[in-house]
């Protein structure tokens, strides 16, 4: 990786942090939440692929996973302002974006900030609230601002959405529209722990080492500037190519009646920067997309009614995005 460098600032402002110090804020960050989330290293890299990508991170599986722990790991390992939304039926668009109210000492309409205006949300549940108050984070997420009666209001920086969800199966959910769909930067599953995870699972119930016992690692700046450092991070036309062979077969599959749009081709290229950079890469390499495909392009895709399987709709469309992979040159 190459060294990035810095220059003095006047007055009394300190140096920005070097290099290698950004590096090891985001070692202890990695190290933060694999203390928390036992057995589940590649979700963890991949949180912090969406963190530094500037995206939004959509986690979705079974309750009792993990799902909220590995959010508010993150929120407490970042020194920055955190907030948490717990999605329910009677949830209003103005309980997470805010609301006007009028004083009547200014005589006046003030607004009254929600949660929304924070480094990260945290969406719990999101799938359990109505579309109507679902989309009202569909502004916040692609712009970074809400506006207000006819009034913009931007948000803080860095800022991203981890949302979580129950799959839709379950009783009591509402799926997102494609269009919510489309602006989360990647969708995982946390899966049931290994044996041996689950007993440090278990075990650690019994202490106080855990989620409360964990120091902030990295500053709101500091990610700030890690997020610059991985725009720079080179990607070879050869790999554009690849990238948009594969984005160019899931518009043409027979099992898929809605491909990846332009958004996802970025959301991608954003990722695989971030992932080479993360294993200490200034350049990304094939396997960066391959593994990256699936988690950034299969909550992207709509299935065919016409596809015949026994597996869930998410799971058909990580088998279609698997096949495309397989079936796609890889550049040498």
């Known amino acids: 990786m190459q060294r990035v460098s810095t220059s003095a600032q006047s007055g009394p402002q300190p140096a920005p942090d070097s290099f290698a110090e950004l590096q090891s804020c985001l070692r202890r960050l990695e190290q933060n939440l694999l203390q928390v989330i036992r057995g589940k290293a590649e979700e963890v890299r991949l949180v912090l692929v969406a963190l530094l990508s500037e995206g939004h991170l959509l986690i979705e599986d079974v309750p009792g996973v993990g799902k909220t722990t590995l959010a508010r790991a993150l929120a407490r390992s970042l020194n920055c302002k955190f907030q948490r939304v717990q999605f329910t039926s009677d949830l209003l668009p103005s309980d997470v974006i805010g609301i006007s109210v ?14 929304v205006f ?9 799938n359990r609230t109505t579309p109507k108050t679902q989309s009202a984070l569909l502004e916040a997420m692609n712009e970074r601002q809400v506006t207000i009666d006819n009034r913009t209001h931007r948000l803080p920086e860095p800022f991203m959405v981890i949302a979580t969800q129950n799959p839709i199966e379950h009783h009591g959910t509402y799926p997102l529209p494609e269009s919510q769909m489309d602006r989360f930067l990647m969708r995982i599953r946390m899966g049931y722990p290994g044996k041996d995870g689950e007993r440090e699972i278990v075990r650690a119930t019994s202490n106080r080492d855990g989620l409360e016992a964990l120091e902030p690692a990295a500053s709101a700046q500091q990610i700030h500037r890690l997020q610059d450092m991985v725009r720079a991070v080179t990607v070879e036309d050869p790999l554009v190519n690849y990238m948009l062979a594969i984005v160019g077969k899931t518009r043409e599959h027979e099992n898929l009646a809605l491909g990846v749009s332009p958004r996802g081709s970025q959301a991608l290229y954003r990722a ?12 990304c390499i094939p396997d960066d997309f391959k ?19 026994t597996l869930k709709k998410s799971e058909q469309a990580e088998a279609v995005v698997k096949e495309i992979l397989e079936s796609t040159e890889v550049p040498l």
Do not use: M
């Not at 695989?272 to 350049?283: I, K, P, V």
């Open 102 to 115: 009028y004083n009547q000492h200014r005589e006046d309409f003030e607004f009254k900030p929600g949660p």
């Open 272 to 283: 695989a920067q971030a992932l080479a950079f993360l294993e200490g890469r200034n350049y």
């Open 118 to 126: 924070a480094n990260v949300l945290l969406a719990d549940e999101i």
């Open 291 to 309: 593994r990256l495909a699936i988690p950034v392009f299969a909550h992207r895709v709509v299935v065919s009614t016409r596809y015949a399987s």
